[in-house]
T-cell receptor
Framework: GENVEQHPSTLSVQEGDSAVIKCTYS??????FPWYKQELGKGPQLIID?????GEKKDQRIAVTLNKTAKHFSLHITETQPEDSAVYFC????????????FGTGTSLTVIP | GAVVSQHPSRVICKSGTSVKIECRSL??????MFWYRQFPKQSLMLMAT?????????EQGVEKDKFLINHASLTLSTLTVTSAHPEDSSFYIC???????????FGPGTRLLVL
């Protein structure tokens, strides 16, 4: 089965700096990679996703890159703000409706004002 | 769009009672819904996958007679924790999969405390 690893487990950055979270996956059949942000006591919120037919996707201050050959993908947050503080989860899936998501272990991001 | 609600958001019950949690996709039809359990500072643990009109598929180690799942319509799935015990206390989260897209949208979660 699929195995997703996520690093680092905790990350502290100064406000305005960039944050990078990295994930690796093992199953070459995975072709859909979403990222979720989870605030304390709330459900995960989809912030960006990427499919295997593209290498990079951006949405304002957030970007995701994918290297299919190396089987890794990364979340990049630029110009971080205190409200970016949360736990971030990566996931991998075959992308079909109803297919299981395999989640990373999460990264607790703290943005220091 | 793609909003998922859960009810209740928080429930406290006595040991031995049953608790039902509802998960609704508010603005889309979800052919598949998922139920997760999350312990503090841990990742999401998939409990079961629920398809509308059919029996749920449970992950290994999850007791289907204890965690009853019903997916009666394309917008509603329910999880019933039967004869709850303190070890069932946890954060339960559902998600709904948008047909043809594969993305999962999560509900806000339900905090269950069994005394």
């Amino acid at each position: 089965g699929e195995n997703v690893e996520q690093h680092p487990s905790t990350l502290s950055v100064q406000e305005g700096d960039s944050a990078v979270i990295k994930c690796t996956y093992s199953d070459s059949a995975s072709n859909y990679f979403p990222w979720y942000k989870q605030e304390l006591g709330k459900g995960p919120q989809l912030i960006i996703d990427i499919r295997s037919n593209v290498g990079e996707k951006k949405d304002q201050r957030i970007a995701v890159t994918l290297n299919k050959t190396a089987k890794h993908f990364s979340l990049h947050i630029t110009e971080t703000q205190p409200e970016d503080s949360a736990v971030y989860f990566c996931a991998a899936s075959s992308g079909d409706t109803g297919n299981q998501f395999y989640f990373g272990t999460g990264t607790s991001l703290t943005v220091i004002p | 769009g793609a909003v998922v609600s859960q009810h209740p958001s928080r429930v406290i019950c006595k040991s031995g009672t049953s608790v039902k949690i509802e998960c609704r996709s508010l603005d889309f039809q979800a052919t598949t819904m998922f139920w997760y359990r999350q312990f503090p500072k841990q990742s999401l643990m998939l409990m079961a996958t629920s398809n509308e009109g059919s029996k749920a598929t449970y992950e290994q180690g999850v007791e289907k007679d204890k965690f009853l799942i019903n997916h009666a319509s394309l917008t509603l799935s329910t999880l019933t924790v039967t004869s709850a015990h303190p070890e069932d206390s946890s954060f339960y989260i559902c998600s709904a999969s948008l047909a043809g897209v594969g993305t999962q949208y999560f509900g806000p979660g339900t905090r269950l405390l069994v005394l």
